[in-house]
């Protein structure tokens, strides 16, 4: 399959089925993290793999917050309202908990900025786009108290969390949400050849 025809496969899904993951097809996305460019290939990518009962357990208690309508509009899954709260998990067989060890990173010799942030994500879009590729669905989740992660999960103190991907095969009933759409802006949006319109150096 075309590079960019996995792009446009990708899809956010918001209801799992509760089928595992395949294990050979957990070693491929993970393999795909672990071939991600990184700078100075330093590989500070840590990345927690939680497919048991227990752990995915831990995953709903830290991604439980008060109730807020807008994140129901988006998947009713989160509906839980009559304890005054939303919840963002969505019955995902396996959470991959990104991170990056703050001790492995290359840092900017101007700046003193840590590559880390962006070695991670470059990592999880590998990780969700190889998914994609083997016909998974995934949803990106950065919304959760990471207090209560480090906590459940016994995070290194120098692991800094960054997303989490949900990952698995969309329940018999998903729907995509229409809210958000999955249409993109024109290229001549978003990229601009040869400088910026209208901006001048002084």
């Known amino acids: ?9 990708r899809q956010t899904v918001r209801k799992f089925s509760n089928e595992p993951v395949e294990p050979e097809k957990l070693e491929k996305i993970l393999e795909a993290g672990r071939w991600a460019p990184t700078a100075v290939n330093g590989q500070p990518q840590r990345i927690l793999v939680l497919d048991n009962p227990e752990n995915l357990m831990k995953v709903k208690q830290f991604c439980s917050f008060g109730y807020d309508q807008k994140y129901v509009d988006l998947a009713h899954e989160c509906d839980d309202s009559k304890n005054g709260k939303i919840n963002l998990y ?4 396996l959470v991959l908990f990104v991170c990056y060890d703050q001790d492995a990173c290359w840092r900017h010799p101007q700046t003193g900025e840590s590559s880390g942030a962006t070695d991670a994500t470059i990592v999880a879009t590998h990780l969700m786009l190889e998914a994609a590729s083997l016909n998974l669905g995934s949803v990106w989740i950065s919304y959760f108290d990471e207090t209560k992660a480090r906590e459940l999960l016994n995070i290194p103190k120098q692991w800094q969390p ?4 949900y990952i698995g095969y969309p329940a018999a009933d998903f729907v995509p949400n229409t809210h958000l759409g999955g249409k993109r802006l024109p290229i001549g949006k978003t990229c601009f050849y040869n400088g910026v319109p209208g901006q001048h150096n002084s």
Request: aromatic share 12%.
């Open 162 to 165: 960054v997303c989490m991907l």
């Open 90 to 93: 969505y019955g995902a067989p």
């Open 1 to 9: 399959m075309d590079f960019i025809d996995i792009s446009k496969k």
